[in-house]
Every structure is written in C-alpha cells, then in structure tokens.
C-alpha cells in the first residue's frame, strides 16, 4: 500500500477529474504530492484533502503553457525537496469541433495544454528528475490517439503526438534513471467527459463498445499511474498501457 514511501510528485490538472484521483492515490501509497492546477481554488482545495486525509501535498496555480508558471512550479519543488521522483503530465483539455469548422485559435490552444504543457514539465524537470536516480515520467494519453471519433481529430492528434513523445523519450531518459510510459483511458465521467457521457444515446453506444460494459472510474486510472511510477514497473519504460475495459481492443 505505501509503495511509494517518500518519494516526491507532481501531477498537472490535478484539481479535478482523473488528476484528483491520481493525485490522491499517489498521496494514499506515501508520496508528497505537488498539485499543479489552472484553477488556484480547485489546487488548495486537492491538497486540503489529502493532508485532511494524513497525507502529503502542496497545492500551486500552475497553467501548463506559461513558462514562468511552469518554471516557478520547479523552483518551489528544488527548494523543498531537491528532486523529482515522480511527474505525471495529466492537464489536459478538449474543444468539440468538425476539423473543417475549428479555428486555429482552439487549435493552438488544444496543442499548448495537451502537447506543448507535457513537453514543457518533461523538460523543465529534467534536472530535478535526474538526481532522483529512480524517476517516473507518466503521461496520461488516450485511446482516441489511435482511433478517431468526430469532432476530436485536433484532441486526438495531440494524444497521437503525446505517445511518440513518450516512446522516443523513454529512449533518451533511460541512461539517467528515468522511465518514461503513458496510460491511454478509455471512457471515464469527469467534467470532461459529463456533458456528452450523460446523453443516452450516445453513452448507450459507448458501453455497448466496451467489452466490460461501463465506463471507468477515475480511481481505476489512478491506480494504473501508482503502478506505473512505482518500483513493480522498475523494468517498463516506452509502454503504452491501455485502460479502457476492453474498449481498444475490439473490433
Ligand atoms: N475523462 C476521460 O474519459 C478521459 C479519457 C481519456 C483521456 N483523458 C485525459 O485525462 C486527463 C484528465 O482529464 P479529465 O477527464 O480528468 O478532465 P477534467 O476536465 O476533469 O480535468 C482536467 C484538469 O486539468 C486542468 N487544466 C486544464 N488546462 C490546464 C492548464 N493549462 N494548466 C494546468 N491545468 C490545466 C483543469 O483545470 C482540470 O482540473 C486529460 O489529459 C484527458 O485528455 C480523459
């Protein structure tokens, strides 16, 4: 259960959704969490309550595509800890449009959350990541990177681009201690996913695609990312881990 005793996160996008939960159970298995979240409220509020709950976290008002945020989310984890042993790059955000119809404006900001903020922490920790000599990288990816639904084509071009980051970085960052994999959710209800999850039809069609029949739940991800950056994945670097119920895998 404490597998990850002592060690030191950060997770993005963690005041809500998959981030929460991912951030809560990294916290539950023994790690001090450091929440980088858009929304300030939604980020004290996550480390409230995980210290509520005996753990460990700070909570800081990061946007994932400015540098300055990003850059002083790092400083403030040098200063308290030295090191990183633990990044998952979770923010992430979607913009419903036909790809004739999507302005280069929601283009460009789907890429900056989705790519250019994973790129950002995965280069920007680097120093911190190295002197852990143990380091994690998890990117939360998508199955819809290897499979379209309309009017996702931007969403999943950059959860496309997200998992050959993750391969080819997982080739660079092995010779100094850090692997590098990525988690590909299928279907889980969150504030992303509540508005069209939520219209029976739709949802409906969804199950009937999975073979496990149901949607997931944020805390079946989480647990996927605490294996992942733990030491019973010591030898898992470059994969890509579905979870998804079945979903990818059927015709
Ligand atoms: N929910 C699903 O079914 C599902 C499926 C596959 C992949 N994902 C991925 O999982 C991740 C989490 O999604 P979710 O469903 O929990 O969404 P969510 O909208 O519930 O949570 C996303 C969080 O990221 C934060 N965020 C957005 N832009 C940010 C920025 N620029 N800087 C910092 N934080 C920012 C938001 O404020 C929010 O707290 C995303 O990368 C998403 O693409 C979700």
Not at 46 to 59: D, H, Q, S
Not at 131 to 154: F, P, T, W, Y
Not at 238 to 246: E, I, P, R
């Given at each position: 259960?404490?597998?990850?005793?002592?060690?030191?996160?950060?997770?993005?996008?963690?005041?809500?959704?998959?981030?929460?939960?991912?951030?809560?159970?990294?916290?539950?298995?023994?790690?001090?969490?450091?929440?980088?979240?858009?929304?300030?409220?939604?980020?004290?509020?996550?480390?409230?309550?995980?210290?509520?709950?005996?753990?460990?976290?700070?909570?800081?008002?990061?946007?994932?595509?400015?540098?300055?945020?990003?850059?002083?989310?790092?400083?403030?984890?040098?200063?308290?800890?030295?090191?990183?042993?633990?990044?998952?790059?979770n923010?992430?955000?979607?913009?419903?449009?036909?790809?004739?119809?999507?302005?280069?404006?929601?283009?460009?900001?789907?890429?900056?959350?989705?790519?250019?903020?994973?790129?950002?922490?995965?280069?920007?920790?680097?120093?911190?990541?190295?002197?852990?000599?143990?380091a994690?990288?998890?990117?939360v990816?998508?199955?819809?990177?290897?499979?379209?639904?309309?009017?996702?084509?931007?969403?999943?071009?950059?959860?496309?681009?997200?998992?050959?980051?993750?391969?080819?970085?997982?080739?660079?960052?092995?010779?100094?201690?850090?692997?590098?994999?990525?988690?590909c959710?299928?279907?889980?209800e969150?504030?992303?996913t509540?508005?069209?999850?939520?219209?029976?039809?739709?949802?409906?069609?969804?199950?009937d695609?999975?073979?496990?029949?149901?949607?997931?739940?944020?805390?079946?991800i989480a647990?996927?990312?605490?294996?992942?950056?733990?030491?019973?994945?010591?030898?898992?670097?470059?994969?890509?881990?579905?979870?998804?119920?079945?979903?990818?895998?059927?015709?």
């Amino acid at each position: 259960m404490r597998c990850l005793e002592g060690r030191v996160a950060l997770v993005s996008g963690a005041g809500n959704g998959l981030g929460r939960a991912i951030a809560k159970a990294l916290a539950s298995s023994g790690a001090h969490v450091h929440i980088a979240e858009v929304d300030a409220v939604a980020a004290s509020r996550v480390a409230a309550e995980i210290c509520e709950e005996g753990g460990a976290a700070t909570g800081h008002a990061v946007d994932v595509t400015l540098g300055q945020d990003v850059a002083a989310l790092l400083r403030a984890v040098d200063v308290a800890h030295g090191r990183l042993d633990i990044l998952v790059n979770n923010a992430g955000m979607n913009v419903r449009a036909d790809f004739r119809h999507l302005s280069e404006a929601d283009w460009n900001t789907i890429r900056e959350v989705n790519l250019d903020g994973v790129v950002r922490l995965a280069r920007g920790s680097f120093e911190l990541l190295r002197r852990s000599g143990n380091a994690s990288i998890v990117n939360v990816a998508s199955i819809l990177a290897e499979h379209g639904m309309r009017q996702l084509v931007a969403y999943s071009t950059t959860k496309g681009a997200v998992i050959a980051l993750t391969k080819a970085l997982s080739v660079e960052y092995a010779g100094f201690g850090i692997r590098v994999n990525a988690v590909c959710p299928g279907f889980v209800e969150t504030a992303m996913t509540a508005r069209v999850l939520r219209i029976p039809a739709f949802s409906k069609a969804l199950v009937d695609k999975t073979p496990m029949r149901r949607f997931g739940r944020p805390e079946e991800i989480a647990a996927v990312v605490v294996f992942l950056s733990s030491d019973a994945a010591s030898f898992v670097t470059g994969a890509t881990l579905a979870v998804d119920g079945g979903m990818s895998a059927q015709l």
